[in-house]
């Protein structure tokens, strides 16, 4: 919602008055149930549940990695709402870096719930993207959208490997957690 508002002040779209505030509510309840319903929960329990706990008991990096990846190559196959060959490289590598993301989110947390409604947040924000700035927009979207991912998952990366690194900590092995603490 942020970078709408931020476009909506910029100028860089056009709101479209009280029928424009009615339909974006509408749109948005769908959105944000078909979101976690539809494509959140399913997708973030095969990627964030599975495949992180099926590789778990190995280093961050690695496992971070496939699952990201793993969820990037499900994205060629899906209908990227950008065209040409381009629009589809730039949809998979913003679905890649969504997934490093997640992955982190639910590693830090501890929790696939965290991933699940961040995962439906970026559905939400997306579909209010397509009602409010027009097409030529979106691979610009698209490219920000993907650089705020990538940030997001450098400042998380300590945290993640804190989290893994307290007593207790099930999942992913850290560097310190591994027998004799060789990477």
Not at 43 to 59: I, P
Not at 63 to 83: D, T
């Amino acid at each position: 919602m942020l970078v709408h508002v931020t476009a909506l002040a910029l100028g860089a779209t056009a709101w479209r008055g009280a029928a424009g505030w009615r339909a974006l509510a509408a749109e948005l309840g769908v959105l944000l149930v078909s979101g976690l319903v539809a494509q959140g929960f399913p997708e973030e329990l095969v990627f964030r549940g599975y495949v992180l706990t099926t590789l778990s008991g190995r280093r961050l990096g690695p496992v971070v990695a496939i699952s990201a990846a793993s969820f990037g190559v499900l994205h060629v196959l899906s209908e990227s709402p950008l065209s040409g060959l381009g629009g589809r490289l730039a949809w998979v590598a913003m679905a890649t870096a969504m997934g490093v993301l997640f992955s982190l989110l639910r590693l830090a947390s501890r929790s696939l719930w965290t991933a699940v409604g961040a995962h439906g947040g970026f559905h939400l924000g997306w579909g209010a993207s397509q009602a409010l700035l027009p097409y030529e927009q979106w691979p610009t979207l698209v490219a920000a959208i993907t650089a705020l991912f990538l940030a997001a998952s450098l400042l998380l990366v300590p945290l993640t490997r804190r989290r893994l690194a307290a007593p207790g900590a099930a999942g992913v092995a850290s560097p310190r957690s591994r027998p004799g603490g060789a990477p």
